[in-house]
């Protein structure tokens, strides 16, 4: 089994509550330009190869620079893409995963909507996930500042808001988030490895259920910006970082 079907399957482990039926879906660059991503409908928890399609990038990442488009030309534009004309459709948040991939260097990209997580983001609580950090590991494996897009039509619609706000990010950061919340939608990992894509995922949903904890006992404290930036800046934690991004952290 690849390291992708590996990874996609883990992420749909009952237990860890992230996806159900054919939520989610991830992908993994494998060559200049193409990414192999998985096909729409399919289920994560019972995944294989076959499951997965490879895309062109390029004309997915032209799609959601251009102007206006519709539903058929999404579509046509997606089913064009494939590399091969009989491999299935792929998922409509392939547009996602080719932004993730060429606007922001990931190798690695896992979209889930966990439970823990969108409790939060399906309220009127959740820019504090994105406010700062409340303990050291979460600036460590998330990086110091994450990024959220309001809520906008899944497809073309939300693919435009997600660029938006990479951009954004990218203009105002040294490098590209590891995390981007979709407000009442769901989450973006943005990873070198596959085993680094599930860490930065626990991470992000143990980091959700301690702003929960907080915002439910009072106010949340965050760490000042010295002490992220301590964290951020450590050498020891630097090592750390880098081996988790290699996938030897466990
Ligand atoms: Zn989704």
Redesign the pocket.
Known sequence: MTDLVTLTRTLAEPDRDLVVLA??NTSTRVDDGVMLVKASGSKMATATDRDFVEVRTTPLVELVASAESDDAEVNRVLLDARLDSGAPKPSM?ALLHALCIEEAGAEVVA?T?PTAVNGILCSDRAAELVAGALFPDQVVVMGRHTVLVPYAD?GLALARAVRTELHRHLAQHDRPPKVIYLVN??IFVLAASADEALAVTEMTVKAARILAGALAVGKPTYLTDAEAERIDTRPDELHRRQRLAKGDSR
């Open positions: 939520e989610g948040e979209h909507h899944p939608h769901g």
